[in-house]
């Protein structure tokens, strides 16, 4: 798996736990339950994800694990000579890198509000 690929299903991956978990918490936790009952009349499928929340937490956290690693083996990297190639190649490393820290965050925040507010509460 390339580095690309593994970022990019970090991403969906840690927008899943986002959408299964954090997203039902989020709207009990602020006091809109009743928008969240209209929400799963619209979308069905969240009560289904929600039934598998752990699995897709540590498929999440797993593909995360992955797409760091690639990262972290492809930052020295050499990039093609080619002035233009070059730039290219370090300006797709980069946005690549945002990509993955965005994943972390989002599935840092999704898990939070998952797994601890709830404790606290």
Known sequence: MNHKS??????????????????????????????????????????????????????????????GYANYKTYHLPCPVDPEVGRICMKTRQNLRYIYYFSVVLFMFSTTLTYLIPKLL
């Open 6 to 67: 593994a970022n990019f299903l970090s991403l969906f991956a840690s927008s899943s736990t986002l959408i299964c978990c954090a997203l039902p918490a989020l709207f009990v936790a602020i006091g809109a339950g009743a928008s969240f009952a209209s929400l799963i009349t619209v979308f069905p499928f969240i009560v289904v994800l929600s039934q598998y929340k752990i699995y897709i937490t540590f498929f999440a956290l797993v593909m995360i694990l992955i797409a």
